[in-house]
């Protein structure tokens, strides 16, 4: 991969900038911390300075730093810089700079712009040599953006932010992304020599190419998709990020033999992996973890989140499924609810009403309507009946049901727990079992049905009148 070898030629660091107030999106949130894909922008940003392979990563943060950093904590081998004071992306780049290595060639990074794309990012490394190179993207409506200026020559000699451009500068399409590589010391350089001369009074970090230019260094550029360059400024910028990351996924997944029925209407706040010839149909949303096998049919509206589902699986519509684990063959839903810790063997079916918390089910056994199964285990090939409820909570501690295989469990059972059904016992409809049911056994535990005769059921009294 030519990350690595970038990488063996030259010591990379990235530092990325997100101190940013992020006041644009009214929100007591980070801006970094507000979540694309289910997982805050400042993850993607850092997943595209990972993949560049560099020797570190600097973080320059500002609003609520201890918030970020944490949401961070599990992310090893970042070097968090502090900006104190928001004074522009210059000053941001400024407080980084001396914690770089010397020798290494820096590329900045956005961190509210999180498609921008590692190889967009290792080619301005690439291109930097002496001088700096600037990421570019040609754009059909460039409001709000840094236009690049060039000279007669086509030559790059600075960039001008919209609110300081001209009315004839601001029908420049070309605009600045972001994406800034240089080396450490040339940088070190530039940014010493900034000023805030400009309508917000901000130390620009665009400032460098013109400082660059007017040094005859060479400024080069790299072209970027113009899908890179969006950045979140507001909520509206966030929800037409969304957008373009969900049909990103959904090309993914189509592209690895998935059949999406509508590719606008799936939403992956996470990470997806699925064998050939799954059918997702249309609303139907991904969290977290998820892992489908080969030929799994997702009916409409489902959400799934952190699980595994095996070869073949049939989800009804309207089921929720969370932190199970689902062998080749099950059947689930209509309007099934698996919780954490569900553990279903081979070819189980799970119907319409059915929910399941840290209960693990054997293969070929059925709750196929109605019907709570929680801290339970039930073996295999096992029929639990509608209305059947495992009375797991007194109230005080969780109890366990122990199913045996093969057992048949009759319609509206209460098995209150801790409780133990051996294998191929019977259990009578309506019954309240509280004490263990060996092996074969027939278990009853309701009132006998009486039946009163030649009763007189009450008569309605008729109402006087008025006279
Ligand atoms: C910036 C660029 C603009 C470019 C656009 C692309 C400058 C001056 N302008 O404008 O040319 O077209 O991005 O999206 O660089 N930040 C800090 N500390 C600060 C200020 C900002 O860390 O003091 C961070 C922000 O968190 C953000 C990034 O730098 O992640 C960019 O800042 P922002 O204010 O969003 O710049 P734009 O106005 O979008
Ligand atoms: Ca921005």
Excluded at 155 to 181: C, F, W, Y
Excluded at 433 to 439: E, Q
Aim: proline share 4%; glycine share 12%; net charge negative.
């Amino acid at each position: 991969m030519y990350c690595n070898e970038m990488a063996s030629r030259m010591a990379v660091e990235v530092v990325v900038l997100a101190a940013g107030a992020g006041t644009r999106m009214r929100s007591a949130v980070p801006k970094v911390l507000h979540p694309l894909g289910g997982r805050p922008l400042l993850a993607h940003v850092l997943d595209t300075a990972g993949n560049l392979q560099p020797n570190r990563i600097h973080v320059v943060v500002g609003e609520q730093s201890d918030r970020v950093r944490a949401c961070f904590s599990d992310h090893s081998g970042l070097s968090w810089v502090l900006q104190e004071s928001r004074r522009g992306t210059g000053h941001a780049l400024g407080k980084a700079i001396p914690e770089v290595s010397d020798n290494s060639t820096v590329v900045v990074l956005f961190g509210d712009a999180p498609l921008t794309s590692a190889d967009t990012a290792g080619r301005c490394v690439r291109e930097s040599g002496d001088g700096v190179a600037v990421a570019i993207a040609q754009l059909d409506d460039p409001t709000g953006f840094g236009r690049i200026l060039r000279d007669d020559d086509g030559r790059i000699v600075g960039i001008v932010e919209e609110r300081d451009a001209s009315e004839a500068q601001k029908s420049i399409t070309e605009v600045n992304t972001g994406v800034l590589a240089a080396s450490k010391s040339l940088l070190e350089d530039l940014v010493g020599s900034l000023r805030p001369d400009n309508e917000q009074g901000e130390y620009y970090l665009t400032d460098v190419v013109a400082l660059a230019a007017k040094r005859g260094l060479r400024v080069s550029s790299v072209t970027a998709d113009p899908e890179e360059s969006l950045g979140v400024n507001d909520r509206a910028q966030l929800a037409q990020l969304e957008r373009i990351h969900q049909r990103r996924e959904a090309s993914r997944l189509m592209a690895a033999g998935v059949t999406l029925v509508d590719p606008d209407r799936i939403d992956i706040r996470g990470s997806v992996s699925a064998g050939h010839d799954c059918v997702i149909d249309v609303n139907v949303v991904f969290e977290g973890e998820v892992s489908l096998g080969e030929g799994v049919n997702i009916g409409p509206g489902c959400v799934i989140r952190d699980s595994v589902l095996g070869d073949g699986v049939r989800v009804e519509p309207m089921s929720a499924i969370d932190g199970a684990s689902v062998a080749a063959g099950c059947r689930i839903g209509p309007f099934a609810r698996l919780r954490p810790g569900t553990e279903l063997g081979e070819s189980v079916h799970i119907g319409n009403f059915v929910e399941t918390k840290k209960a693990s089910l054997g293969a070929g056994t059925k709750a196929n309507h109605l019907a709570y199964l929680g801290d339970a285990s039930v073996g295999e090939g096992s029929n639990i009946g509608a209305g059947s409820v495992t009375c797991n909570y007194d109230g005080v501690d969780k109890h366990r049901t122990e199913i045996g295989d093969g057992v048949f469990v009759g319609t509206n059972a209460t098995l209150v727990a801790p409780l133990v059904v051996e294998d191929e016992a019977y259990i009578g409809a309506g019954s309240t079992i509280t004490t263990k049911v060996g092996r074969k056994d027939l278990a009853v535990g309701r009132g006998r049905q009486r039946n009163i005769q030649g009763w007189t059921p009450p008569a309605k009294r008729k109402r006087r009148t008025k006279e």
